[in-house]
């Protein structure tokens, strides 16, 4: 059992170790107090490094100006590709090696900007996927409640109309 129970706190078997039944049983609280201890520590050290709601929107905020900034250099690239392929088209119109030279450097500056922009897509897409769960969430919660609150009010009208019913048959017909 003392081997057992210092294996699993990875207490560790060490030189110094208790030899009476009193002393293990002090080793074995100090070996889960340490456990306690420990857990604790990462709890807190988990807890504090968890994003509240503030600055989870702060940061989502200035995640998408970063990707759109990424985005505006990517455009501004294939802009200038194209610009610099269309005057060396003009400049060199025989010179095909420099033309495609720089039709690739366009191209790579094109596909480098769709990532980019296909990226920023997805993220915002993310973001409202995850905005329209919450929302049908909630709706779903309200309407929980409002069905719920029906029931009651249904329950509470079959009363009243046993109630009614039994005063109508007690009162004499004439």
């Known amino acids: 059992m003392w081997n057992m129970i210092i294996t699993l706190t990875s ?75 269309r005057n060396v088209q003009k400049l060199y119109p025989g010179n095909e090696g420099k033309i495609l030279s720089k039709f690739r450097k366009f191209r790579a500056a094109l596909i480098s900007f769709k990532e980019v922009a296909r990226e920023v897509r997805s993220w915002d897409q993310s973001k409202r996927d995850k905005n329209e769960i919450d929302i049908i969430t909630n709706l779903m919660e309200n309407l929980l409640e409002d069905v719920q609150n029906m029931k009651e009010q249904q329950l509470e009208s079959e009363k009243n109309i046993e109630i009614s019913l039994k005063i109508m048959q007690s009162q004499p017909q004439y």
């Open 11 to 85: 207490a560790g078997y060490g030189d110094l170790y208790p030899k009476t039944f009193f002393g293990r049983i002090v080793g074995v609280v100090i070996c889960f107090w340490g456990v306690l201890i420990i857990s604790f520590f990462v709890v807190t050290v988990t807890n504090m490094l968890e994003f509240t709601p503030n600055e989870e929107r702060a940061y989502n905020l200035l995640m998408r100006l970063h990707k759109k900034g990424i985005m505006k250099e990517r455009a501004v690239d294939v802009l200038q590709s194209a610009f610099i392929h």
